[in-house]
């Protein structure tokens, strides 16, 4: 297990190399002088130099993707073209905002996702399945901007039940905060719920059709216990994978649903970086993400063997 | 002759009832590209500047209002699904394509194998969104820039699934069989390999559509995305956002399109994985 966990581990390496080098040769793959396309379109030959000479744009590529590399290691990411503050500031500043909306959203989708997935299976085929399965799909298919907008345009303006927009601290109190993110987190977990719904049923019926399940009903288990403990607990590997793998879903979600609800938060950040062509930003911020993404990833692994104790890594 | 017509009429009948998500979807597909395609017929000029009909709610000379330039909703709308469609196709078509080069290399070759698969563990690592918008932010902002910008990060989810099929029939007595017989690599690939690959990747394909139908559309509101001069439905929300309480319409209309099209592509989806995969059907 110890060793698996570490071989695991060591398997970021590589795939964090790859990140690094793509994001880094993002800047340098664009067409023309990448210190000209930082400066922008109106851009004196001189500042372009002096970009050029700041950024180390004057070296032998290899040599800047060492020390950007580096220094990113060290976990220096620079410090932003545009307001000269260090990138890992700026997504300080703004990562508080970004973790309260990816989080409620998370809880509140999983919760909701895992009850209806489980409700469906438990009566596959029944009216209560179809409605959870065609919410799946429709889930799937609505973007999160609209379904954002429907929200705010009824929700907010029309019965004003709900503030429109904007982000309150967890430090001015918990209902503040909360308020705001509630219609963030059902915009951006709308898909997320589909997404983990269909997975929960279909993991369900597999396990609900084995022999162990008819033996404990023969028992005499009751429903609940026997759906969640003897059911849902042996389900729930292919759960707990997809709601790693979508994690991307609402890392891409999130940089949207920021917009939508002008929440100061690093999707925010990164979407004004690009428009800046602020590329320590860009690529400090997609780091971090992928990153993120990676982490989570590995922790789904490593939880594989507490779900499953079958599980055995050799 | 007939003869044959009931008999046909009995089969369409019974496809209708063990496929209807496939057939509801791929009509709702149908008609909106003729939509599209007659677009120049049933609309007007889509990009037409008309300042007197500012903010028009819908009537019977804009179906469905302007917007706050005075352009006809409704039109930008029908030449909007152009640009979806195109888009959701294009970056289909071309992910499938790259994607199933590289997974047929990597699953037949396993020194490529290693390497190939740690470059796309890599870019799936990238938010995808993120990757198209600093695409399209350094190449200039075209349709076809965000084609590419689209394609790029699906490529790794098509070359994991060729990937796997490949590895699950490679060692199979019949491709066993082939080999030893002297069969080149290139022939034995494409006449034994490639063909267990073709029925998964037309379902991927259409999941691949409907998601570069939504990440085109998400470019376009984020304002990284097509030109904002061309219509599409991102660009019409993008530019309407601030009218929202006193012109929904010009939401709402993108919208809701967006959302039906996403869903006939997904419901064709998913009525082509019943058909050519009854295994999954039962469950999902």
Redesign the interface.
């Known amino acids: 297990m110890t060793g698996y966990i570490i071989r695991r581990m060591l398997g970021v390496i590589p795939v964090m190399m790859v990140v690094g080098i793509f994001v880094f040769s993002l800047l340098h793959l664009a067409p023309g002088d990448p210190a000209a396309i930082i400066a922008g379109d109106n851009a004196t030959a001189e500042s372009i130099a002096k970009i050029r000479s700041n950024l180390g744009l004057d070296r032998p590529l290899l040599e800047q993707f060492a020390s950007w590399g580096l220094a990113t290691l060290r976990g220096d990411l620079g410090v932003s073209i545009f307001t000269q503050i260090p990138v890992l500031t700026l997504v300080g500043q703004r990562v508080g905002a970004t973790i309260s909306l990816a989080a409620t959203t998370m809880l509140v989708a999983v919760t909701i996702a895992v009850t209806l997935g489980v409700l469906a299976a438990w009566k596959a085929g029944s009216l209560l399945d179809r409605a959870v399965m065609g919410l799946a799909v429709t889930g799937f298919s609505v973007p999160v901007f609209v379904v954002g907008y429907i929200l705010v345009y009824f929700v907010a303006l029309q019965w004003r039940w709900l503030p429109v927009q904007g982000y309150v601290a967890l430090s001015e109190g918990l209902w503040p905060w909360l308020r705001q993110l509630i219609l963030p987190s059902i915009a951006l977990g709308l898909a997320y719920v589909a997404l983990i719904a269909r997975i929960t049923r279909a993991s369900m019926l597999d396990v609900l059709a084995e022999d162990y399940i008819r033996t404990a009903s023969a028992k005499g288990v009751a429903t609940v216990p026997m759906l969640l403990r003897h059911a849902l607990k042996n389900a729930a590997v292919p759960i707990v994978t997809v709601i790693g793998i979508g994690v991307a879903l609402l890392i891409s979600g999130v940089v949207i649903t920021e917009t939508v609800f002008n929440i100061p938060g690093v999707g925010r950040l990164v979407v004004d970086a690009i428009s800046r062509r602020d590329y320590p930003v860009i690529q400090g911020v997609m780091i971090i993400f992928a990153g993120v993404y990676v982490l989570i990833n590995l922790l789904v692994d490593i939880s594989y063997s507490f779900f499953d104790p079958r599980i055995r890594y050799s | 002759m007939t003869q044959d017509t009931p008999a046909t009429g009995a089969a369409v009948r019974d496809f209708l009832r063990r496929h209807p998500t496939m057939v509801i979807g791929a009509s709702m597909l149908l008609f909106i590209t003729l939509a599209a395609l007659l677009a120049p017929w049933i609309a007007r000029d889509p990009i037409l500047l008309e300042p007197v009909n500012r903010l028009k709610p819908p009537s019977a000379d804009f179906w469905l209002g302007t917007d706050s330039l005075g352009r006809d909703v409704y039109a930008r709308m029908v030449y909007g699904a152009r640009i979806s469609l195109l888009v959701g196709l294009s970056v289909a078509v071309i992910s499938i394509l790259c994607g199933s080069v590289i997974g047929l290399l990597a699953g037949y070759f396993s020194k490529v194998d290693a390497v190939v698969m ?2 796309m ?11 198209a ?3 399209v ?3 200039g902002s075209s349709v076809q820039v965000v084609i590419i910008a689209i394609a790029i990060p699906e490529i790794p989810r098509v070359t994991r699934l060729v990937r796997a099929v490949v590895l699950s029939v490679r060692d199979l007595p019949y491709v066993e069989a082939a080999r030893s017989n002297g069969t080149r690599v290139a022939k034995l690939l494409r006449r034994h390999v490639l063909p267990s690959t073709v029925a998964p990747l037309i379902v991927q394909a259409t999941y691949i559509c ?1 998601s570069a139908i ?2 085109e ?2 470019l376009s ?4 995305g097509t030109p904002p001069e061309i219509p599409t439905w991102g660009n019409m ?1 993008a530019s309407s ?1 601030v009218f ?2 006193i012109a ?1 319409w010009t ?2 209309a993108p ?2 399109c ?3 099209v ?2 006939a592509v ?2 064709l989806g ?1 009525g082509l994985r019943d058909r050519l995969d009854p295994r ?1 059907s ?3």
Do not use: H
């Not at chain 2, 509101?221 to 990284?224: E, T």
């Open positions: 740690r470059l563990d890599g870019i799936m690592a990238i938010p995808s969104i993120l990757l918008i600093a695409l932010a350094l190449l409907a939504l990440t559309a998400g509101f984020l304002g990284a929300i956002r929202l309480q929904p939401i709402f919208g809701i967006l959302a039906l996403v869903l997904n419901l998913d999954i039962r469950r999902m």
